[in-house]
């Protein structure tokens, strides 16, 4: 058999004993053999961007990776260690720590172009800030957004909304922010007593918003923000953290964003927390409730820190719940 007969185009592949004959035939004659052909194309060395849309309902949406951040179990509340390890293995996860991918989510309802958080822009290291790439990747540019909805004011969601220049990322976008969100990371009695460590959220947080204060909503709970995408309350990672429900017609989603942060933990765990959360104990009562309700209903979800492209839905499993990644989306 020959090399060259791996050469499958569609025709081929539907006439697969012509193309063997057609492919000695080149090779016979001194034509180009495959192992020459891979020889001339280098290793990329770097991840492909990563853009992944799929039709929900009248809506467009598209997965959009910013990156990854690592964390260690450390980071993990009420982790233990001999349940995690099991976690672990059963996931096939490498090493003690944990890594999350940060998706952004693009809405194309129809008349709007809509981003859902914003990823990291430089502020958070080499492997992250990827947004840009995928968002061109999706063939769309910063100058089209024109509104980015953000669930709570994270680096992670909401620091993207700057270039590293300080400067707005989407110029013609109006930020639409979670009011309570708003006020908790604009007070100051909440800044002085924060930890060191988190007072950079408080003024990055800031800094992001006032660059879009001519052109900024904030918005509470339950409301329809624009046709079909509603906010709903999800208080307890941040005061004002939001997902969002949209609702395409023959077909909705569910934004659950940071319900859940280390998807091979915390669906089996859902009492376990991150270090981020501002009221731990509040956000695990948030997880439950969405969790039980997402496996109940049975809606499709769409996760800020689940596996990329995040989309999938939830099922109960013994005391806790499993996820179950949606299958690729070939059309419409
Ligand atoms: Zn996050």
């Given at each position: 058999?020959?090399e060259?007969?791996?050469?499958?185009?569609?025709?081929?592949?539907?006439?697969?004993?012509?193309?063997?004959?057609?492919?000695?035939?080149?090779v016979?004659?001194g034509?180009?053999?495959?192992?020459?052909?891979?020889?001339?194309?280098?290793?990329?060395?770097?991840?492909?961007?990563?853009?992944?849309?799929?039709?929900?309902?009248?809506?467009?949406?598209?997965?959009?990776?910013?990156g990854?951040?690592?964390?260690?179990?450390?980071?993990?509340?009420?982790?233990?260690?001999d349940?995690?390890?099991?976690?672990?293995?059963?996931?096939?996860?490498?090493?003690?720590?944990?890594?999350l991918p940060?998706?952004?989510?693009?809405?194309?309802?129809?008349?709007?172009l809509?981003?859902?958080?914003?990823?990291?822009?430089?502020?958070?290291?080499?492997?992250?800030?990827?947004?840009?790439g995928?968002?061109?990747?999706?063939?769309?540019?910063?100058?089209?957004?024109?509104?980015?909805?953000?669930?709570?004011?994270?680096?992670?969601?909401?620091?993207?909304?700057?270039k590293?220049?300080?400067?707005?990322?989407?110029?013609?976008?109006?930020?639409?922010?979670?009011?309570?969100?708003?006020?908790?990371?604009?007070?100051?009695?909440?800044?002085?007593?924060?930890?060191?460590?988190?007072?950079?959220?408080?003024?990055?947080?800031?800094?992001?918003?006032?660059?879009?204060?001519?052109?900024?909503t904030?918005?509470?709970?339950?409301?329809?923000?624009?046709?079909?995408?509603?906010?709903?309350?999800?208080?307890?990672?941040?005061?004002?953290?939001?997902?969002?429900?949209?609702?395409?017609?023959?077909?909705?989603?569910?934004?659950?964003?940071?319900?859940?942060?280390?998807?091979?933990?915390q669906?089996?765990?859902?009492?376990?927390?991150?270090?981020?959360?501002?009221?731990?104990?509040?956000?695990?009562?948030?997880?439950?409730?969405?969790?039980?309700?997402?496996?109940?209903?049975?809606?499709?979800?769409?996760?800020?820190?689940?596996?990329?492209?995040?989309?999938?839905?939830?099922?109960?499993?013994?005391?806790?719940?499993?996820?179950?990644?949606a299958?690729?989306?070939?059309?419409?």
């Amino acid at each position: 058999m020959s090399e060259a007969s791996t050469r499958l185009d569609r025709r081929g592949f539907l006439t697969g004993a012509s193309t063997l004959a057609a492919g000695s035939a080149l090779v016979a004659a001194g034509g180009l053999s495959v192992s020459s052909a891979s020889a001339s194309a280098p290793l990329a060395g770097q991840p492909m961007a990563g853009a992944i849309r799929r039709k929900v309902g009248s809506f467009e949406v598209t997965a959009l990776l910013d990156g990854y951040l690592d964390i260690g179990s450390e980071q993990v509340l009420g982790h233990d260690e001999d349940i995690a390890a099991n976690l672990r293995k059963e996931a096939f996860v490498e090493g003690s720590g944990y890594r999350l991918p940060i998706n952004a989510f693009l809405l194309n309802t129809g008349d709007k172009l809509v981003l859902v958080d914003a990823g990291t822009s430089d502020q958070m290291g080499p492997t992250l800030g990827k947004l840009g790439g995928a968002m061109a990747a999706a063939g769309v540019t910063p100058e089209q957004i024109d509104a980015v909805l953000i669930t709570h004011m994270h680096p992670d969601h909401l620091f993207g909304v700057l270039k590293p220049d300080g400067s707005k990322a989407f110029e013609n976008a109006e930020l639409l922010l979670p009011e309570t969100d708003y006020r908790f990371w604009f007070d100051d009695a909440a800044l002085n007593a924060a930890p060191d460590a988190f007072k950079p959220f408080f003024l990055g947080a800031r800094k992001s918003a006032d660059a879009y204060a001519a052109n900024q909503t904030l918005f509470g709970s339950d409301k329809e923000l624009l046709p079909g995408v509603t906010s709903v309350d999800l208080a307890g990672h941040t005061p004002g953290h939001v997902g969002f429900r949209v609702d395409g017609g023959d077909d909705g989603l569910f934004i659950i964003a940071d319900a859940v942060h280390v998807s091979s933990l915390q669906f089996a765990q859902p009492d376990w927390g991150i270090a981020f959360d501002t009221d731990p104990a509040q956000a695990a009562k948030t997880r439950r409730k969405v969790l039980d309700e997402v496996s109940s209903d049975g809606h499709l979800v769409a996760g800020s820190h689940l596996p990329f492209p995040g989309f999938g839905h939830v099922a109960r499993s013994g005391d806790g719940y499993r996820f179950a990644p949606a299958d690729w989306q070939y059309s419409n």
